[in-house]
Every structure is written in C-alpha cells, then in structure tokens.
C-alpha cells in the first residue's frame, strides 16, 4: 500500500488549506485511514480519522469543529479540510492506514503511512 500525501504549504491565521491522501497498491476501501502531525520537536499526535467505508470519524479535541475528514470511496482519497487555522497547527500531517476498519489514536496501530506534507501557519 502508498499512500500520498499533498496540499501542504504555507498559510496565515484563520486560513485554510486541504490535505488530499491518495491510496494505491493493495489499499482497501474498508480499512481505517487517518491523519496523523508532528509539531517540531514534538511526538505525532492523532488529528482525525475516517472507518472503514467512511460510517464514522474521530477527531482531536484540538481541531474539533475546524477540520472536516472526507473519503471518496472510489478514487481511494481521503481529504482533509482544514479551516480557522492557528499557528499551533503547524507541523509535518501525516496520512495513515491500517488493515481494520476501526480508528484508532495510537500510531503504533497503523500499518502504513504517506512521507508527509509540511503545514505552516504564520501568525
């Protein structure tokens, strides 16, 4: 499984930006996918994720009502729509997937990741 990642870049306060992850390889549409950032210096932390199919998602607290994850089934993509962005967003997002169809918020339980896409925010 690939995954990649694009749509990072640099961007103010209160702006916004959408991250594409697009699935390729041995990619299941009824696996887990999610979005995972690293701020500089800091460990990765859970951002959102979608189910298997996309019934259901999960989000941080920290991006609750800011962020929207989306997947489109047939093209294997997942998006994430980021708005109202802080600099506190800044870091490395990273798309992630694992074989169940359940989230998790623990990076350890995904099998597969993207490279990365770097996200600034400038106060």
């Known amino acids: 499984v690939q995954l990649v990642e694009s749509g990072g870049g640099l961007v103010q306060t209160g702006g916004s930006l959408r991250l594409s992850c697009a699935a390729s390889?041995?990619?299941?549409?009824?696996?887990?996918m999610a979005w995972f950032r690293q701020p500089p210096g800091k460990n990765r932390e859970f951002v959102t994720g979608?189910?298997?199919?996309?019934?259901?998602?999960a989000y941080a607290d920290s991006v609750k009502g800011r962020f929207t994850i989306s997947r489109d089934i047939a093209s294997n993509t997942v998006y994430l729509q980021m708005s109202s962005l802080k600099p506190e967003d800044t870091a490395v997002y990273y798309c992630?997937?694992?074989?169940?169809?359940?989230?998790?918020?623990?990076?350890?339980?995904?099998?597969?990741w993207g490279q990365g896409t770097q996200v600034t925010v400038s106060s």
């Open positions: 992630a997937a694992r074989v169940s169809p359940y989230v998790n918020v623990n990076p350890w339980e995904y099998d597969y």
């Open positions: 390889g041995r990619a299941s549409s009824t696996s887990a």
């Open positions: 979608i189910t298997g199919r996309g019934g259901s998602t």
